[in-house]
């Protein structure tokens, strides 16, 4: 079985700066998908990045990237250059072959950006 | 925009009704996920099709059904409906059924039961 945890419920972060969210997964699966999404509040999921177990470098696209570390489970996304329009709900998922292949998602970090 | 497709985007309704849910994968798309937003379950997985076939089923009551038709769009239906099934939901599709890649949501249906 997969499980995603998510740690942060709430964050608040100062335009233009930074803002790391925290993933940690547990999964014996040996190959396997993270996913970073983000829901703002008219509701639709929004893709954002994309890490396969086997990449060897960290996934960027744009302002965010994803830190991970295999060994220590964890898929902590990083934010740079907040921007009022990110504020939002976060949702970490993985999926692999254990679940089907379908997303498990966390709980969600809600990230609200100030100005 | 994500490609996917879900009608309508609201939906009010009474106990005991019966809705049905529409989603249009992206073009090339073959597998299509229903996914369950509720504020005390969070995203609940409820069924996965792939190519028109079930591929796996997740916390799925058995007043809800779903099928992907061969123009690869699925319809979720909600039957006897009751206040608890009010949520928001996602319908998402990818690529493929077992390969690891990105799948895309809808902008969900939401649906309030009264």
């Known amino acids: 079985a997969q499980k995603i945890t998510q740690t942060q419920p709430g964050m608040f972060v100062q335009e233009k700066e930074a803002v790391t969210l925290d993933c940690t997964y547990d999964t014996s699966d040996p190959s396997y998908g993270l996913f970073w999404y983000k829901q703002p509040s008219s509701g639709e999921m929004i893709f954002l990045i994309y890490q396969g177990s086997y990449d060897q470098q960290n996934a960027t696209e744009g302002r965010y990237s994803l830190n991970f570390q295999k060994a220590r489970k964890s898929a902590n996304l990083v934010i740079s250059a907040s921007q009022l329009g990110d504020s939002a709900m976060y949702f970490c998922a993985m999926r692999g072959r254990s679940n089907d292949y379908k997303l498990s998602f966390g709980a969600g970090t809600t990230v609200t950006v100030r100005a | 925009d994500s490609g996917v497709t879900q009608t309508p985007k609201h939906l009010i309704t009474a106990t005991g009704q019966r809705v049905t849910l529409r989603c249009s994968p992206r073009?090339?798309?073959?597998?299509v996920y229903w996914y369950q937003q509720s504020l005390d379950q969070g995203l609940q997985f409820l069924i996965q099709y792939y190519n028109g076939e079930e591929r796996a089923k997740g916390n799925i009551l058995e007043r809800f059904s779903a099928q992907q038709f061969p123009d690869l769009h699925s319809e979720l239906n909600l039957s006897s409906l009751e206040l608890g099934d009010s949520a928001l939901y996602f319908c998402?599709?990818?690529?493929?059924?077992?390969?690891?890649?990105?799948?895309?949501f809808g902008q969900g249906t939401r649906l309030t039961v009264v």
């Open positions: 073009s090339g798309d073959l597998s």
């Open positions: 998402a599709s990818s690529a493929g059924d077992r390969l690891i890649a990105e799948a895309f």
